[in-house]
């Protein structure tokens, strides 16, 4: 499995961004989908994560209401939609796929494959 990010970029506070993390080769479709952040000088956090078969989605606190994660199937891409950012979303994210249960779903050591990280700059 093989997944390439992008969509990182410098936005002002209170703006947004799209994220896209297109998913190829082997069989992905058993897999969770999930996105990790991590700011200098930070642990990697989970940000939110959608199972590619059945589609349920999972979102971390500090990203609920304001981030959307979705999935095109067609595409095989996932997708993070992100409004109203904030400084403290600046981080490099990075999508990654995994077996996951619903206990395992934040932790970084669940997900066997990642991809590059794409930065996200937010400016005050």
């Known amino acids: 499995v093989q997944l390439q990010a992008s969509g990182g970029g410098l936005v002002q506070a209170g703006g947004s961004l799209r994220l896209s993390c297109v998913v190829s080769r082997g069989t992905f479709s058993r897999y969770t989908i999930a996105w990790f952040r991590q700011a200098p000088g930070q642990e990697r956090a989970f940000v939110a994560a959608?199972?590619?078969?059945?589609?349920?989605?999972y979102y971390a606190d500090s990203v609920k209401g304001r981030f959307t994660i979705s999935r095109d199937n067609a595409k095989n891409t996932v997708y993070l939609q992100m409004n109203s950012l904030k400084p403290e979303d600046t981080a490099v994210y990075s999508c990654a796929a995994g077996n996951a249960i619903v206990s395992t779903i934040v932790r970084p050591q669940t997900y066997a494959y990642w991809g590059q990280g794409t930065l996200v700059t937010v400016s005050s």
């Open positions: 959608i199972r590619w078969s059945g589609g349920s989605i």
